[in-house]
């Protein structure tokens, strides 16, 4: 039995601190007028402070008289005790004194202050106007005004309405006079009335006023009392804003409410702390907080507290505080907020609001039924407690399905004197699989869980209605997901509970409470309120309380203690988790591995663990597995061999490495005592334990772990005392917590302490104090367990290494969860084993190693310190735990000290032996080999199966090679090999921190390394190799990456001929001359200045020192520059002194040889060689004999060579049988003062540099001279047969092909067939000033009424098309030559190189990529590797067309004549001579354009010796010659001898710096090296010399043999190397690896196709051979052995792609048809013949010739790969002409984004432009795809220049605002009506229809009369100004036309109209207003559009 109340107060006005209040500038202050009892009950003191609760606005004056308010602050007092305090205030008459004087100062402050409410009090005493005072300066213009006072009952229980009463009592009886004493009923409230606790029966008493009332106690004393209060803040605030504010509360959040209303501040605190049941709230709780403490708001504590609403604007940096404004119904959670506030779990948030919503809206579910259920309405009438009370069931429910399972969690670790209950945070957590649940980790760590855990912990107490639900939630559960009907009968029934624990009695008792009437308060005299006698409370008081303590007390039935159910344990909550992920097969074969560790079967174990390791990414397995460890164990200690106790430390690396939050803790607290019983034996008497392997995992650093595993082994360690048959536990065995199989009869650690706390009160003192001892004890033995352990795994094994090693730092995490959330608990750092100084002595060292065991230590005690107090360890003990931990900590790491050195000895894994690789002749290591993994990279190939391997990386004087096996065991036998030679070495870099998955290891150095041979190696080197091993590879490997010499290269120091001679003039110092040096200077100081006048210095025409000129080319960038400088530099001054006898050996070389047989040597047909560059005066670059015109001696030959970059003039290289000749050239030189200057040499003044240019225009009239002379062709040969069909026919002819290819075909838009059209009938305008003025036709503006002969005329045959650029269009000569020069772009080096690096990085990325946008096609396509190879493709096809259709030639005068030039070339030549398909003509070939005509192999491969400029970077241009001859190759697999492997022999070779042939740079490099000469006397083409058999040395009978004789003496010698071609030749002697058998000899021209979709890429890129590395280098493969059919011949072979050689594992039919001839010849004791002998003797049979008749279609078909051939030769030509007709053009083009939803054609790549992107001029209506308006054209073709007007500098970029978007422009796809301008437009046959119309102007003009013509030919409208007219105003092209209709009448003008006769036609730009003379006509027009428009 308890007190109603404690206290009476009655709170007044305070009059005496006015003053004082006033001039502190403080609120006025109530004071405690009368309590009682005075004397504090010495079970509850007085409660300080009452006064500022009473008025929470503080106690101001009023002039008005207010009502009675009630309500009821909650305190809490030192001991988080709730009092209760109800008040009820009102206004009495403030008492009148006169005998103070007011001054100013207080007058003033009266008049501010007396209003009400306000803050500051008044300084009056009070006065009323009913007298008079004796103070003149007393003014007032209110006489009356009123003070509070506050009658207050303080309780510690909470009945806010039997207060009520109480005090509505006693002021009733004070208001209304009535006859009772106010002492009394006080007495009676305080001493007389007494309550029973929870549980009790109802109380009726009376207070001594008349009245009657009644007290009913809860059912129970920890269910929340609510009345109401739950729904009131639902109905307030809503469903979300209630659940948001819960879990706030739950996650410790900082709430704020405001109401105006005090009572609903209290009732809303109450209701949401209700909410939280079971929790109890436990942090600062004020639901009524008094204006003068607002500063408690910044408190950083979490809080609930309420405010007044007049207070909130006065509270503005809150930004911590979540604010709920109970009246407007709105919660404000701060953006600041961090972290932010979780959320339930997904599921429970959902069902919450949903139960919620049925409980609060129960009709909403039927609202829209049409027919609602009326034999159960929804929408009985409940009272809101009933409502309030099912609302609270949801959220017990809700807690009740959260915390399923939390009595598995909970771990006892001691039972007497008292329970000690942890919970097991992680392992709740990773059960229940909410591990990234924020909510419940954040409610798992806040201070209600924790009291939550104290309370409800315990197994044997009192049960409440909570236990009971979770107890049976589960079942619960089950039943409502079967039959979802059952769930609000459960929240009923559940509320029913909560609704009767409040009122039990359904019986209502009828109370009296006395009530003042209404208005009572209003009096006017109403006394105040009386003093009360303390005396007689006093009296009243003790003679209750002592009949009370006289009479019978109430016996309340107290709940009986019980144990409390388990609950649902977690894996039954965990019944859900799907069994697929781990077969029982997965799980044998772990078993199964697991078994042959233990048996010592470890090859067969390896073969399994590949797919253990997979299985390990499951739970299950990963339980499994520790439980199958563990099982394994028998004692203290295991000791493995080496390999067991590898392969058992990978497991349980990767079984921690695996484990995320769900299991970890599970995991590792398996694995921990394994950690210190598996051991290997090092030498005598060292051993290793696991634990010093499974270090490297961030749970050892986890302190919760610690203790929670501790909590969990001692709670074994409890179980087992106090378990009578188990009470022995295995001696040798260490206890396993997670691993023992607990069977489920045996009792659980609660059922043992719910046992021993029932039978706790019978027992004894001392029994109880026994049993306190050994559970003690048992804490302590383990708390020293867990302090070894936790030293052995937290101190490095390398703490006493010596020398430096990388820092080790960890943070040791405090009450860090499992998900390795960031922690709000301080967290220690400790450093350990900082890296030392390289002269760091013994003291350094033992001072590191002393400091990481003083960190280690701490921890340690900190541990202790954390767990001994929580289990209540003695002082003593834990005093002795920290005495004993330093010694630990020392003795450990002395023994690690042996340990580690011995384990460092002990090789970790048994290492695969070092395979040496094979080397060729001559082929050297030049370094210790290091031992590595090759590590897999980004490629998607078959390979990455074979790769990671071991081996190791070797480096020779040709190659690097990595040499090892598989890392995977099923395919170890196998070896890999991965090299590609030194001088392809592109890009080398240093990578870091390599992840090897089958070792899980990380090593921390790599290498990764690039070649040109499209090679990529990812090297990762092993532990044993150290950083300085590393650096001293890389440096020997840049050194020969770059050597100093030419002769350093692997050609000249392997094998081949020695030549005798002094060290070569190149070798010499750049500037080792002051000539060399000063024109270094001047010219470097030009490039610089260019626009300074210079004085020329001439000197006469010296043949040993004319060097090339620099580069006239502007726009060549920098880099390049610095390349052709360093080629200049290279000149040197030294004589050339040939004899005739030299002469004669050069006339004997291969290039010659075949100008010989193309008949340059006849003077019959105009030529002859000539030898003026035979001591290289002429052109260093260029051969030394040249092709010349009769007509030009050779002193003009000099002269013309300044006309030319680098003196590279136009040679002739081929000449058709037709005559047609192929010219190559470099660009000439500018007329500008700029060029001039360029013509650095031989030029003394301005007439000499014109008349160079007139030796220009005889050599170019002497070329076209000696060409047939072509006859005028006759319009009877335009047909579409043959082979013979002309340029000419195409023109004329290709409007036909589109018309037969598209008839039909009706899909085709407008625009389409406007394209198709205009690119093939269009004409040139006429003008073109490239090149040469006089090269183009004079008379090609041609006006006449016949089309077809304007276009004959346009195009007719012209004797020499040259080929250039645009910057040549300023040069010239005037001369009326038949010539036509074409403008052409193509890819210069530049661009080929970031071409070659893009593709680089598609076909070898480094890293694999999983973006799904970036595919390997993407890459390739966005590299334009291929779109460059089709550009050379098209132009070669031009080349070809020109001089085999047209009989005309061709001058290629691109760049310095030694790239491009050399391509298309060439590529043309191979094309239209058969004979340069042949292996012979295809060496004279590249002898000829390539090695003589100077392409620069040395500098574009980046071989050129290192003592300039090194970092020129790869231009794979001839590559891209090599590419183009594959796909030539792939369209015509019949066409050439060789065969596809041959032409990539070429390309590996090309950079590989085996053979001499691609080393130099032109031709005068190997004449002065001295390699030239010894080629002419060897004749090394002499094929016949080879294939006759000749095994003797190369070198025989070439020198002299006093030479020969020297060689072994001192002199310097070098050798010259081979030749590759002579290499080859001698391979095809020996084997048909390079040969072609389909091969079939016809004289035929290839006309490859061009488009990208008929080109492949290069597998060359892409392919790979493992097995043996590249299979380039022949006798390092074994392939010029025959192969040995007979012994694969019954087996099976397995021929792996990218491991093995498909070509050698699977041979074609001929290679083996070719063995078992050469194997039947050995049989029968024949010598065999070579394979070339019998393949040239077999007779072709005779095949009877099948004829077929062609169809039409087949016709069509066959000439359609013509068609189209020549039409990308006419795509060329009218580009190159355009770029003239663009000159008349300056305004750019105005881009805007257009979608085309017509598929359409791209005006500059002709491709298909369908979809949302795309560009349109909004000028002239050209479309481009985005990429093409960047590469087009410039000018926009809509705004012509005036004749005569220089047109202006257009800056593109800058444009007129934003709608010109880039510098784009027109090709010759453009609008056709541009080519139809030189053609009348009165032609007959171009009218489809025409006639007058009305046409409304743009903008704000009017209508005018036009004469319009439709021409269906053009596709275009055009309109006049008259019918006579011949110049058209305006065009609409047919194609951008969307509809035609009739439109609404318009004013026009006339007088009459026809209101049908309008229509609008409507384009993509704007809509034309059209208006014709009557409807008919109208419509006339209407229908002959829209059939144009079909």
């Known amino acids: 039995m308890s007190r109603l109340a404690d206290y009476f107060v009655i709170v007044g006005y305070d009059n005496d601190k006015e003053r004082t209040a006033a001039g502190n500038s403080q609120m006025s202050c109530g004071k405690i007028v009368q309590r009682f009892p005075e004397k504090d009950w010495p079970d509850t003191p007085f409660i300080e402070g009452i006064e500022w609760f009473c008025q929470p606005l503080g106690w101001g004056l009023s002039y008005d008289k207010q009502e009675p308010k009630f309500f009821t602050s909650v305190l809490t007092d030192i001991d988080a005790n709730k009092h209760y305090c109800a008040c009820l205030s009102f206004h009495e008459t403030l008492a009148i004194t006169l005998n103070k004087v007011i001054d100013e100062e207080d007058e003033a402050a009266a008049t501010v202050s007396g209003i009400v409410g306000a803050k500051f009090q008044p300084t009056i005493t009070g006065c009323t106007s009913g007298l008079g005072s004796g103070s003149s300066s007393i003014v007032s213009h209110h006489s009356v005004m009123y003070a509070p006072k506050c009658l207050v009952l303080i309780s510690r229980l909470d009945y806010a309405d039997t207060f009520k009463n109480c005090l509505g009592t006693i002021y009733t009886v004070y208001i209304e006079n009535l006859p009772y004493t106010l002492e009394n009923l006080i007495g009676n409230i305080l001493g007389c009335i007494q309550v029973p606790p929870a549980g009790g029966p109802q109380v009726r008493f009376s207070i001594g006023a008349g009245d009657k009332q009644s007290l009913q106690p809860p059912q129970s004393p920890s269910l929340p009392v609510t009345g109401t209060a739950v729904y009131f803040i639902f109905k307030q605030l809503g469903i979300k804003n209630v659940l948001i504010l819960l879990c706030a509360v739950m996650t410790e959040n900082k709430i704020l409410f405001h109401s105006k209303s005090y009572s609903h501040l209290t009732e809303s605190c109450k209701a949401l702390v209700s909410l939280m049941y079971p929790f109890r709230y436990t942090h600062v709780y004020i639901p009524i907080l008094p204006a003068p403490l607002t500063e408690v708001l910044s408190t950083p504590t979490p809080f609930i507290m309420g405010i007044h609403s007049s207070l909130v604007s006065e509270i503005t940096d809150l ?56 034999e159960k309405p929804t929408n009985y009438p409940k009272s809101d407690a009933i409502i309030d009370k099912e609302l609270r069931a949801i959220f017990m429910r809700l807690f009740a399905q959260l915390l399923q399972g939390y009595r598995s969690c909970l771990t006892i670790i001691r039972i007497h004197p008292k329970p000690v209950i942890t919970f097991h945070k992680a392992g709740f957590l990773g059960a229940r699989d909410l591990i990234e649940s924020e909510f419940l980790f ?339 033995s383990q708390a020293i367990h867990y302090a070894n352990r936790m030293v052995s795994l937290l101190i490095p094994p390398d703490v006493n290494a010596v020398g430096p090693k990388p820092k080790q730092s960890f943070r040791l995490d405090d009450n860090q969860s499992v998900s390795n959330r960031t922690s709000t608990f301080p967290k220690l750092s400790i450093m350990g084993s900082h890296s030392l100084s390289e002269h760091s002595d013994e003291g350094f060292e033992e001072n590191d190693a002393l400091e990481v065991g003083g960190a280690v230590g701490k921890i340690v005690s900190r541990f202790i310190d954390r767990v001994c107090t929580e289990g209540g360890v003695t002082s003593e003990h834990i005093r002795n735990l920290h005495d004993m931990v330093p010694g630990v900590v020392h003795m450990h790491i002395e023994m690690l000290e042996s340990v580690y050195l011995e384990s460092k000895r002990h090789p970790h894994v048994q290492k695969p032996k070092i395979q040496t690789p094979c080397l060729l002749p001559g082929e050297e290591i030049v370094t210790d080999h290091l031992r590595c993994y090759l590590m897999p990279d980004g490629r998607e190939d078959d390979t990455q199966s074979w790769i990671p391997a071991e081996g190791a990386l070797f480096l020779t004087n040709y190659r690097i090679v990595f040499k090892g096996s598989p890392c995977d065991p099923l395919a170890c036998e196998q070896t890999i090999i991965r090299a590609f030679p030194i001088s392809s070495l592109l890009k080398e870099k240093k990578i870091s921190v390599l992840y090897l998955s089958h070792l899980d290891q990380t090593l921390p150095e790599g290498l990764q390394l690039r070649s040109s041979t499209f090679q990529l190696m990812k090297i990762a080197f092993d532990t044993e190799v150290t950083p300085e091993m590393i650096e001293t590879f890389r440096k020997i490997l840049t050194k020969a990456r770059h050597p ?282 006429g003008k073109s000033n490239n090149w040469t003025d006089s090269l183009k036709p004079k008379s090609n503006t041609i006006k006449n009424n016949s089309s ?328 390092l493969t074994n392939a010029d052995d025959e192969i040995d059919l007979s012994e694969l011949r019954g087996k099976r072979i397995v021929v792996s792609a990218g491991y093995d050689n498909i070509e050698k594992s699977n041979p074609n039919a001929f290679v083996c048809l070719l063995s078992d001839v050469r194997q039947a010849e050995t049989e029968r004791g024949y010598l065999p013949q070579k394979w070339l002998q019998v393949w040239d003797q077999l007779e072709v049979p005779q095949m009877k010739e099948l004829t077929r008749k062609s169809s039409l279609s087949s016709i069509l078909l066959q000439s359609h790969g013509k068609l189209a051939h020549k ?87 800058q444009g007129d605002t934003s709608s010109i978007a880039s510098s784009a422009a027109t090709t010759a796809r453009t609008s056709s009506h541009h080519f139809y301008n030189q053609f009348s437009s009165n032609v007959a046959e171009n009218r489809t229809h025409e006639g007058h119309l009305y046409k409304r102007g743009a903008l704000l003009k009017g209508w005018k009369q036009r004469w319009f013509v439709l021409d269906s030919i053009k596709h275009q409208l055009r309109y006049y100004d008259s019918g006579e007219d011949s110049q058209c105003k305006g065009v609409i092209e047919l194609a951008e036309v969307q509809s035609v209709t009739t439109a609404q009448p318009a004013q026009i003008g006339t007088k009459r109209i026809d209101e049908k006769g309008f229509f609008d036609l409507k384009t993509n730009r704007r809509t034309y207003n059209f208006y014709a003379v009557n409807a008919n006509l109208a419509q006339e027009w209407i229908e002959k559009i829209q059939a144009c428009l079909q």
């Not at 907020?337 to 049925?358: A, F, G, R, Y």
Request: glycine share 4%.
């Open 1767 to 1853: 039409r990308s030769t006419l795509e060329i030509l009218m580009k190159g002409r355009l770029s003239g007709y663009q000159d008349k053009f300056f305004h750019p083009h105005r881009f805007e984004k257009h979608p085309y939803t017509t598929p359409t054609n791209c005006n500059h790549c002709t491709k298909l432009l369908w979809g949302p992107v795309g560009y349109r001029c909004m000028d002239c209506g050209n479309s481009y795809h985005e990429k093409c308006t960047e590469v087009s054209l410039k000018n926009c073709t809509k705004y012509k220049a005036v004749d005569g007007v220089v047109p202006p500098n257009v800056n593109i970029s």
């Open 442 to 780: 954040r409610v798992l760590d806040s201070m209600f869980f924790t009291t939550f855990v104290n309370e409800r912990g315990p197994p044997w107490r009192s049960s409440d209605a909570w236990d009971e639900l979770y107890s049976s939630m589960n079942e619960i559960l089950k039943s409502e997901a079967q039959n979802k009907n059952l769930i609000p009968t459960h929240i009923q029934e559940l509320g029913k509970i909560l609704f009767e624990n409040e009122c039990p009695n359904q019986q209502i008792y009828a109370q009296k409470v006395l009530r003042p009437p209404d208005g009572s308060f209003h009096r006017i005299h109403q006394p105040s309120f009386p003093r009360i006698s303390s005396e007689k409370v006093e009296l009243i008081i003790n003679d209750g309380m002592r009949k009370n303590c006289i009479s019978h007390r109430l016996t309340v039935l107290r709940n009986q203690m019980r144990i409390i159910p388990m609950g649902p344990r977690l894996p039954e909550v965990l019944d859900v988790r799907p069994a697929v992920l781990n077969s029982a097969r997965r799980l044998e074969v772990l078993k199964t591995c697991v078994a042959y560790i233990f048996e010592n079967k470890i090859a067969d174990a390896r073969k399994l663990v590949p797919a253990v390791m997979r299985t390990l990414k499951h739970r299950d397995a990963r339980l499994i597995l520790c439980r199958e460890l563990f099982g394994y164990v028998h004692g203290n200690k295991a000791i493995l061999d080496h390999q067991q106790f590898d392969l058992v430390i990978k497991f349980m690396n990767k079984t921690i490495q695996n484990s995320t939050g769900v299991d970890e803790y599970t995991v590792a607290a398996a694995l921990l005592p394994m950690s210190t019983i598996f051991c290997r034996k090092l030498s005598t008497g060292i051993v290793q334990f696991a634990y010093t392997c499974i270090q490297d995992h961030p749970i050892w650093k986890n302190l919760q772990f610690w203790e929670s595993t501790f909590y969990q082994d001692v709670q074994t360690q409890i179980k087992a005392l106090y378990m009578q048959r188990r009470r022995q536990i295995e001696s040798n065995k260490e206890s396993n917590i997670v691993l023992d199989d607990v069977p489920l009869e045996e009792p659980t650690a609660l059922e043992i302490t719910a046992e021993q706390m029932r039978k706790s009160p019978a027992l004894e003192e001392d029994k109880k104090n026994e049993l306190a001892q050994s559970e003690e004890s048992t804490l302590y």
């Open 1044 to 1325: 100093i010499d030419e002769f350093e290269h692997f050609a000249f120091q392997s094998y081949g001929t020695i030549m005798h001679g002094t060290a070569p003039s190149k070798t010499k110092e750049k500037y080792s001359t002051l000539k060399g040096f000063a024109k270094k200077t001047i010219l470097r100081k030009f490039k610089q200045k260019a626009p300074t006048k210079r004085k020329l210095v001439t000197s006469t025409l010296d043949f040993d020192t004319l060097g090339p000129s620099t580069e006239a080319i502007d726009t060549h960038s920098l880099d390049d520059e610095l390349e052709d400088d360093e080629f200049e530099t290279n000149t040197d001054t030294m004589p050339r002194v040939l004899t005739a006898k030299d002469v004669e050996r050069m006339r004997e070389r291969s290039y010659v040889r075949d100008w010989k047989r193309l008949g340059f040597d006849d003077a019959q047909n105009g030529f002859r060689i000539t030898t003026v560059n035979a001591n290289y005066s002429l052109c260093r670059s260029y051969p030394a004999l040249l092709v010349a015109p009769l007509q030009i001696n050779d002193a003009a030959l000099l002269h013309l060579g300044r006309c030319y970059k680098s003196q590279r003039i136009p040679a002739v290289t081929w000449r058709h049988r037709n005559g047609a000749l192929l010219i190559r050239g470099a660009l000439p030189h500018s007329k500008s003062v700029i060029g001039m200057l360029k013509n650095s040499t031989g030029s003394n003044t301005m007439s000499h540099d014109v008349a160079n240019y007139h030796e220009q225009d005889k050599y170019i009239s002497a070329l076209i001279d000696s060409m047939p002379k072509n006859i005028s062709l006759a319009l009877a040969q335009y047909n579409l047969t043959g082979m013979n069909l002309s340029m000419n026919s195409l023109f004329l002819n290709a409007s036909d092909e589109s018309s037969y290819l598209n008839r039909g075909d009706t899909s085709l838009t407008p625009e389409v067939n406007r394209k198709h059209k205009s690119a093939l009938t269009a004409g040139s305008d």
């Open 319 to 374: 930004l911590d505080v979540i604010v709920v404004d109970l009246d407007g119904g709105m919660v404000t959670i701060p953006e600041s907020l961090s972290p932010p506030v979780p959320i339930l779990p997904s599921p429970l948030w959902e069902q919450t609001q949903e139960l919620l919503t049925m409980i609060l809206f129960p009709n909403l579910s039927q609202a829209d039924l049409a027919f609602p259920s009326l």
């Open 1348 to 1675: 077809v002969s304007a276009a004959t005329a346009a195009y007719r045959k012209l004797r020499l098309y040259v080929l250039g650029e645009k910057s040549q269009t300023k040069s010239g000569i005037n001369a009326d030559l038949c010539a036509e020069f074409i403008a052409v772009d193509y890819a210069d080096y530049r661009q080929s190189r970031i071409a070659f690096k893009k593709l680089m990085r598609a076909c070898l990325p480094s890293n694999t990529t999983n973006d799904a946008d970036q595919t390997f096609a993407k890459s390739v396509e966005q590299s334009e590797w291929l779109q460059q190879i089709s550009s050379l493709l098209q132009l070669s096809g031009a080349v070809v067309d020109l001089m085999d259709l047209q009989e005309s030639s061709v001058m290629l005068s691109l760049e310095d004549g030694w790239d491009i030039t050399a391509q298309i070339s060439s590529i043309a030549q191979l094309c239209l001579d058969p004979y340069y398909r042949t292996m012979e003509g295809f060496r004279v070939l590249i002898e000829k354009d390539w090695i003589a005509f100077g392409h620069r192999f040395a500098h574009r491969s980046n071989l050129k010796p290192t003592h300039g400029n090194s970092s020129i970077a790869f231009a794979p241009t001839f590559l891209q010659f090599l590419d183009a001859v594959y796909q030539i190759q792939k369209q015509f697999p019949m066409a050439f001898e060789f065969n596809e492997f041959y032409v990539r022999f070429l390309a590996y070779h090309m950079v590989s710096c085996r053979f001499r042939t691609f080393l130099f740079d032109c031709e005068v490099e190997r004449f002065d090296l001295g390699i030239a000469s010894v080629e002419d006397k060897r004749g090394s083409l002499s094929t016949k010399h080879h294939l006759l058999g000749n095994t003797g040395s190369d070198d025989e009978g070439v020198y002299p043999m006093d030479v020969r004789s020297k060689a072994q003496s001192s002199v310097n010698f070098n050798r010259i190397g081979h030749s590759i071609f002579d290499y080859i030749e001698r391979q095809h002697a020996k084997t048909q690896i390079f040969y072609n058998f389909m091969y079939c000899v016809r004289d035929d021209v290839l006309r490859p196709q061009s488009s990208l979709p008929a080109l492949d890429l290069w597998p060359y890129y892409t392919n790979e051979e493992l097995a043996q590395g590249p299979p380039y280098d022949l006798e």
